[in-house]
Nanobody, 121 residues
Framework: QVQLVESGGGLVQAGDSLRLSCVFS????????MNWLRQAPGKEHEFVAG???????????NYADSVKGRFTISRDNAKNTVYLQMNNLKPEDTAVYYC???????????WGQGTRVTVSS
């Protein structure tokens, strides 16, 4: 059974940086595409970034327009971990951030429990 555990959220000020981590277990990490999504208060889940697994080389990474140039997704297959480096954070980035695994970018078959990011102005 795939399990995903996020960490790294917190309370920061506008302009600050955070790095989120998501540790994967229960299957072969390298074969899965990994995605970060977020849910702001009162809103639907929003795709943030996705990075392909080994089968999807050449695909992505993909980013939402709202985070392009500020966020970077990366993965370390040796550590079964996907990261989201978030720079120049804005109050509108405030949300619970989830990592999700799937067969391709944008596919979300397995979800973590989320980590909360709050950006104050």
């Amino acid at each position: 059974q795939v399990q995903l555990v996020e960490s790294g959220g917190g309370l920061v000020q506008a302009g600050d940086s955070l790095r989120l981590s998501c540790v994967f277990s229960g299957s072969t990490f390298s074969t899965y595409a990994m995605n970060w999504l977020r849910q702001a208060p009162g809103k639907e889940h929003e795709f943030v970034a996705g990075i392909a697994g080994l089968g999807g080389r050449g695909d992505g990474p993909n980013y939402a327009d709202s985070v392009k140039g500020r966020f970077t997704i990366s993965r370390d297959n040796a550590k079964n971990t996907v990261y989201l480096q978030m720079n120049n954070l804005k109050p509108e980035d405030t949300a619970v951030y989830y990592c999700a695994a799937g067969l391709r970018i944008g596919r979300t078959d397995y979800w973590g429990q989320g980590t909360r990011v709050t950006v104050s102005s």
